[in-house]
């Protein structure tokens, strides 16, 4: 566990520039506005080793599937989030030396991402040619125009007399590091010196997936005075220059504004006109009044979504980098977009969508935001369900299954494994609704759209299992579960479960589902009766000497050893052990029974949680970032205070303290709700069960005091933990009665 940066509430800061440690400073100090984002790259250029990356929501590229053996049914290519052209550029000299932190020494450093509003500050002394030099960079991503980029330069000659020359650019001539041979996806169309635009597009494809194209414009002032003369121009690169002199005591400001328009929203030919437009728009507000807008916006964010924590800053910074995060790669204003892994903090699995929106975020966004928010995340799965339906047609099967990555609803990921085993994610998929009706108390969307989605998973999932005359029960062979160091099981629990779920809760709600969908979905007699009988003979895994549900068919059979008897040095075990070696072992990536759990919590009784959770735990590296977040919330739920606080630190400090040692190729946004997770359903312990919001919380003892809010069917409410105990406020809307403790209170309604 390595912290670079100092403990703050508010601030994630540090004072050092360490070589050794830039990937992973790019990774935390990344900004995005839920349109585009970008690591923490250095403005004026880096020619040490970095990941330089910047990207924009749902724009990818379908590059060709290459794998050694050819197998039916693989998806003929794998999506990729592609580096988009770069708009911070800032080259800068001064008295003729070009200023690089990676071969100058700098003194006085500092880097400083605001969490108030998303402002990221970077400033240092630099000495060349007799002048020493404060140099000040800032940069936000606005959410007034989500299209507008700002840097701010800000040159304080200390001593001597400094010449600087700035070159702030557009540069399209950008790769990716994961590429085949660090390939270009982007094609020049042209370059406009006079509009300081260029535009490109992405290169063709064999696979019928429309290009994108993109067009950037950038508008750069020194002391508050346009810059005079044209630009110049190399194919896909535009940039003008800015030469001042500076006394001792004397200070320039250069301020660059850019606009990043797209084909997902403006076409090819008319994004020039467009982005004079918003750029007219971006000029008139200026860097102060695109600010202000983004502080007042966050500020409303942070009213209804922050955690606060007193006697633990570093829990508390913890859980606010998360949030942060996680409303910088979205916020619902986009319905054709979702939560990628990465976001817009690297290459990897960057922009697409995994079951982790379904499995970690709905809970979180349900709460901390308005119901159309997460709706638009189910609506996302159902407008791509014709593509669930192509995945299964893929392997001879009926029904939908949802793709484990993709960006259009098609499967892309290449890894067999993974993409056709591991499809226990359709059972999250399908109860992400249960989980928005319940919470929200609106059950139009389950009864007029998400139905379809149901009876697609359903019939996959009718199709898939086999009846086996041995032992006269259905089982589901050949998967992988949430446990990714398991391949090609027979009968996980979980996935099994998830399955027998499923059909259970469609029939529940086909009753209840608008008539004319139900008409035209068609479901038969005969299939609700197989359905049934799916229910009622699915096998499990189960070894009741031990009192737990088995992870898959032979998993007993393995050599089980506490992870804890791994030398340390061999951790994480997915960076030092070959697969087989893994393959083999007991240990488990993540929560893979302890899921299910955790999502049919109900349904188990205390002695079952128990039992299972001081079996699987212990086998657990939590080498996912998903891991943390559920063991945390059973650990509470289990009284096991302790460990819910050691797996809390976990989920809210896992990229801040880089536990797996992986955040330098991006965060894992994904996991982020998994500290708030941890707080609310597990210190906290709420449950929203049957229409009855109930809470069981304790204090961790190193804490003083937490609290919270959320939204719960049009109301608000505060909930506050103490040593003395728990106060719950409803601060709007009407009356409602709570449980606390097994207690039922009732609580006024707000005043206007």
Not at 277 to 299: K, S
Not at 680 to 698: T, Y
Request: net charge negative.
């Amino acid at each position: 566990m390595k912290r670079i940066f100092e403990i703050d509430p508010w601030v994630i800061k540090s004072r050092t520039l360490n070589p050794e440690d830039k990937r992973l400073q790019e990774s935390l100090t990344a900004i995005g506005n839920g349109y585009m984002g970008m690591r923490g790259n250095f403005e004026e250029g880096y020619s040490g080793d970095h990941l330089q990356g910047t990207y924009l929501a749902g724009v990818w590229y379908p590059d060709k599937t290459r794998v050694g053996w050819w197998k039916n049914g693989y998806p003929e290519y794998f999506g990729k989030a592609i580096n988009a052209p770069s708009f911070i550029d800032f080259g800068l000299t001064l008295n003729g030396v070009k200023i690089d932190l990676a071969t100058l020494r700098p003194s006085d450093f500092s880097l400083e991402l605001d969490m108030h509003q998303g402002l990221l500050t970077r400033s240092f002394v630099v000495e060349a040619g007799g002048a020493k030099v404060r140099l000040t960079f800032q940069r936000f991503l606005s959410n007034e125009i989500k299209e507008a980029g700002l840097i701010k330069l800000t040159a304080e000659a200390l001593t001597g007399t400094a010449t600087l020359t700035a070159t702030p650019a557009l540069d399209g001539n950008v790769v990716n590091e994961d590429s085949n041979y660090e390939d270009s996806f982007w094609q020049p169309l042209g370059e406009n010196r006079e509009a300081e635009t260029i535009q490109l597009i992405t290169k063709p494809n064999p696979f019928k997936v429309p290009q994108f194209s993109v067009l950037l414009k950038q508008h750069t002032t020194l002391n508050g005075q346009p810059l005079q003369g044209t630009a110049t121009s190399t194919s896909g690169r535009v940039q003008r220059e800015a030469s001042f002199t500076l006394a001792a005591g004397e200070t320039a400001e250069l301020v660059k504004t850019v606009i990043v328009v797209t084909s997902r929203d403006v076409p090819t030919e008319a994004q020039a006109e467009a982005a004079e437009t918003l750029m007219a728009q971006a000029l008139e507000a200026g860097w102060a009044g695109l600010l202000d807008a983004q502080t007042t916006i966050w500020a409303k964010r942070w009213a209804l979504s922050d955690v606060v924590i007193d006697g633990d800053e570093a829990a508390q910074q913890g859980i606010r980098f998360n949030i942060f995060q996680l409303f910088m790669t979205y916020y619902g204003e986009d319905k054709r977009l979702n939560i990628g892994p990465k976001g817009f903090t690297g290459e990897k699995y960057g922009g697409a969508t995994y079951w982790d929106t379904e499995a970690y975020i709905v809970p979180m966004y349900l709460a901390t935001t308005k119901p159309d928010v997460t709706r638009a995340l189910l609506q996302y799965r159902h407008d791509q369900l014709p593509g669930a339906y192509h995945n299964a047609q893929q392997q001879g099967l009926a029904g939908a299954l949802f793709p484990m990555v993709t960006f259009n609803g098609i499967e892309c990921h290449n890894e067999w494994e993974i993409t056709f085993e591991e499809i226990h994610r359709n059972g999250a998929i399908a109860f992400a609704i249960k989980q928005y009706t319940d919470y929200t108390g609106d059950e139009s969307y389950v009864n007029e759209t998400g139905i379809d989605v149901l009876v697609g998973i359903s019939r996959f999932w009718a199709d898939r299992v086999h009846f086996s005359q041995r032992k006269g029960q259905y089982m589901i062979h050949g998967v992988t579960g949430p446990n990714e160091y398991e391949n090609n099981v027979n009968n996980n629990w979980y996935t099994n479960t998830m399955a027998q779920w499923t059909l259970q809760y469609t029939l529940a709600r086909l009753p209840k589902a608008d008539k004319a969908v139900v008409e035209k979905l068609a479901v038969s007699d005969a299939e609700k009766t197989h359905w049934q009988d799916i229910i009622d003979r699915m096998y499990f895994p189960e070894d009741k000497d031990l009192g737990i549900f088995v992870q898959h068919d032979t998993f007993l059979d393995k050599d089980l050893r506490p992870a804890s008897s791994i030398p340390a040095d061999q951790r994480p075990i997915n960076q030092h052990w070959s697969w087989d070696h893994i393959l083999r072992s007991p240990y488990i990536k993540q929560a893979d029974v302890l899921q299910g759990i955790y999502f049919l919590n109900d349904r188990f009784t205390r002695e079952q949680k128990e039992k299972n959770f001081d079996f699987y735990e212990p086998l657990t590296v939590h080498e996912s970032s998903l891991s943390a977040s559920i063991h945390a919330i059973l650990a509470a739920e289990l009284g096991k205070e302790d460990k819910a606080v050691e797996l809390y630190a976990r989920t809210a400090r896992l990229d801040l303290d880089n536990y797996n040692n992986d955040t330098t190729d991006g965060l894992h946004i994904t996991s982020m709700s998994g500290s708030w997770l941890a707080i609310v359903q597990g210190f906290a312990g709420m449950r929203d069960n049957d229409d009855q919001l109930s809470f069981k919380p304790f204090l961790p003892k190193d804490w003083t005091h937490y609290s919270f809010k959320i939204l719960y069917r049009g109301r608000t409410l505060a909930i506050s933990v103490t040593r003395e105990g728990t106060d719950i406020a409803l601060v709007a809307g009407p009356a409602l009665t709570v449980v606390i403790n097994g207690k039922a209170v009732a609580l006024p309604a707000a005043e206007n």
